[in-house]
Every structure is written in C-alpha cells, then in structure tokens.
C-alpha cells in the first residue's frame, strides 16, 4: 500500500529564513506522480507541482524549489527567503496511475503547518 | 481558471439525517473525488467517479454514497448521519487518469453533525 510521511507536524521560523519541508513516501510501483499542494488558512487547496517517478530533475520556481530523490523515497520542498504570505499548512501527496485509464485518488501525507513570523 | 464549487461552506445537521453534500466543477473533467480533512489525518479519499454513473470507493467509503448523473456534478450522500462524521469535506475533479494529472479542489464544506 502506498503511503506519505510529513515527518515534521509544524515549523516555525522568521520571515526571510530558509524552510525544508520534508516528505517520505512508500511505493511498490515504478510509475508513480508526486504531488505538492498548499493550504492557506482561507482553506482552499492550491496546487503547487506535480512530478513523475521517472523525473529526477530538481525544480525551481521562485523562491519554491523541490527536490526529488527516489534512492531515499523523499521529495522535499525548499522555500527561500520566507515570507509570512507562506504561511500555510502543506502537504504532499502520491499517486499511482490506474493502468487503461480510471481515476487515480490521491493519498495524502497529514501536512505540515508552516509558521512564518514577521 | 478551474472552478469546482460546492454547495455549502458550512452545514449543521443532526444525527440520523440524509445529508447531501454537492459539488460541481466547469471544466469538463472526467474524474472526480470527495476527501474528508481531519486534525492530524490529512486528507483521506472516501469516493471517487472516473465518468458518469461510475463510482470507486476509496480509503473510508463507510457511512457513504456517492451520485454522478450529469460529468460536471458529483454529490457525496450520507445516509444517516453521525456525530464520528463531522468534519471537512473536499471535492476535487482532473483530467482522466492514466498520467495522473493534478487535482484541482473546491473550497470546502464544513459538515458539523449534532
């Protein structure tokens, strides 16, 4: 069965600070997507990115930068210079797609809640 | 922009109602998903349709149903409702599977059972 690990329930840091937020996920297949969402207090999840298990390239957008590692199953989330718009709950999600089609559920880790303070 | 609207940003009900829960998306997807949001549990898939009148159950579909007569309206049906089943609950809708595209959620409804 699959599963996501956000190890790190909240972090708390001050504006400007670098953040890491760490995720850990289980799978049997060889094909699978990793996902980033952010929860702003409004609730509304946002995408963030979406990456495939045959992907390894890091990504950077901004000041959002991710990195992928299938030797340790991770997938972590970098942001830069922090600010108190970050501030958010985050999770990270896997999916594996179904083969011929069909909807593929989501399972998501149980976030973290990021805390930037001013 | 995706749009995927639900019916209700907050609800009270009492214990033993039929409650429906609806969401509605404009950008023709093909899939379509309702989650529960819990402290400390995340998000968790309770039911999702892959087309019209086709249905899944997910990771907790106990104490739930599910309608999808028309591709843009997904309807999350609990038969009798509990006090174990407030909570917050998410829908979202995608692109058909196969490459697993991102989902794309309404804003929520927060169901509270009494």
């Known amino acids: 069965a699959q599963k996501v690990t956000q190890a790190q329930t909240e972090i708390s840091v001050v504006e400007k600070e670098d953040v890491t937020l760490d995720c850990v996920y289980e799978?049997?297949?060889?094909?699978?997507?990793l996902f980033w969402y952010k929860q702003p207090p409004s609730g509304e999840l946002v995408f963030l990115i979406r990456?495939?298990?045959?992907?390894?390239q890091n990504e950077i957008s901004g000041r959002y930068s991710w990195n992928f590692q299938k030797s340790t199953s991770s997938f972590n989330f970098t942001i830069t210079a922090s600010q108190v718009v970050d501030s958010a709950v985050y999770f990270c999600?896997?999916?594996?797609?179904?083969?011929?089609?069909?909807?593929?559920?989501?399972?998501f880790g149980k976030g973290t809640h990021l805390i930037i303070q001013p | 922009d995706v749009k995927v609207t639900q019916s209700s940003r907050y609800l009270v009900k009492r214990t033993g109602e039929k409650v429906f829960l609806e969401c509605v998306q404009d950008?023709?997807?093909?899939?379509m998903f309702w989650y529960r949001q819990d402290p400390g549990l995340g998000l968790r898939l309770i039911y999702f349709?892959?087309?019209?009148?086709?249905?899944e159950k997910g990771d907790i579909p106990e104490g739930y149903s599910v309608s999808r007569e028309k591709k843009e309206r997904f309807s999350l049906i609990l038969e009798s409702a509990s006090t174990n089943q407030t909570s917050m609950y998410l829908c979202?809708?995608?692109?058909?599977?196969?490459?697993?595209?991102?989902?794309?959620f309404g804003p929520g409804t927060r169901l509270t059972v009494t």
């Open positions: 979202a809708s995608s692109f058909p599977g196969g490459l697993s595209y991102e989902q794309y």
């Open positions: 799978t049997r297949d060889t094909t699978y997507y």
């Open positions: 990456r495939n298990s045959f992907d390894e």
């Open positions: 999600a896997l999916s594996e797609p179904h083969s011929g089609g069909g909807a593929d559920g989501l399972t």
């Open positions: 950008m023709d997807h093909e899939n």
């Open positions: 349709s892959y087309d019209v009148k086709m249905k």
